[in-house]
């Protein structure tokens, strides 16, 4: 089955510097990545997603970017503020509309120092 | 706020016992997915469910079973329960398009956690 991997597993960043989170997935059929942010004792809460039908996607301060090719999708945060701070985890599903499971990455702690 | 409900909240129960937590999909959403998180094994689909029949199984327990009623809400059951059963279980739900395209966007629900003494 699908097996997500996800570095580093903690990241310490200074407020306003960049920080950046790779996943690599095993199963080359995955089209859809998503990244999920959790605060403690929080839902997972989607901030984007990719499909494989692109490279890179951004929204505002996050950006994902994906290699098909070489079986990773990363994540890039800019100018990171102290809300930022949270766990965040990558994910891999592939399928069809309603016909996809997530398979989730180990997850990192990100820590936004002021 | 994602739109999926999730009750209840908190659950504290002894070892052995039986218990039932209930989830709402957003309004529309079709297909229901039910996910535990607990500290050394992270988020693992345990079971997805489209309108009403089973649709997945992940690391799924024999001692769990769940269902999809045909208002579309959905029940997780836990029986016979474990220690390690304590967790965060999370109801996720999507729109289910039948055919097409890559996997649906899922919103997941604020989760119930259950510790079990």
């Known amino acids: 089955g699908e097996n997500v991997e996800q570095h580093p597993s903690t990241l310490s960043v200074q407020e306003g510097d960049s920080a950046v989170i790779k996943c690599t997935y095993s199963d080359s059929a995955s089209n859809y990545f998503p990244w999920y942010k959790q605060e403690l004792g929080k839902r997972p809460q989607l901030i984007i997603d990719?499909?494989?039908?692109?490279g890179e996607k951004k929204d505002q301060r996050i950006a994902v970017t994906l290699n098909k090719t070489a079986k990773h999708f990363s994540l890039h945060i800019t100018e990171t503020q102290p809300e930022d701070s949270a766990v965040y985890f990558c994910?891999?599903?592939?399928?069809?509309?309603?016909?996809?499971?997530?398979?989730f990455g180990a997850g990192t702690q990100v820590v936004v120092t002021p | 706020d994602s739109g999926v409900t999730q009750t209840p909240k908190h659950l504290i129960t002894a070892t052995g016992q039986r218990v039932t937590l209930r989830c709402s999909p957003r309004?529309?959403?079709?297909?229901v997915y039910w996910y535990q998180q607990s500290l050394d094994q992270g988020l693992q689909f345990l079971i997805q469910y489209y309108n009403g029949e089973e649709r997945a199984k992940g690391n799924i327990l024999e001692r769990f079973s769940a269902q999809q009623f045909p208002d579309l809400h959905s029940e997780l059951n836990l029986s016979s329960l474990e220690l390690g059963d304590s967790a965060l279980y999370f109801c996720?739900?999507?729109?289910?398009?039948?055919?097409?395209?890559?996997?649906?966007?899922?919103?997941f629900g604020p989760g119930t956690r259950l510790t079990v003494l």
């Open positions: 996720a739900s999507s729109v289910g398009r039948r055919t097409g395209g890559s996997t649906d966007t899922q919103y």
């Open positions: 994910a891999a599903s592939k399928g069809s509309g309603s016909w996809g499971k997530l398979q």
């Open positions: 309004s529309g959403d079709l297909s």
């Open positions: 990719i499909r494989s039908n692109v």
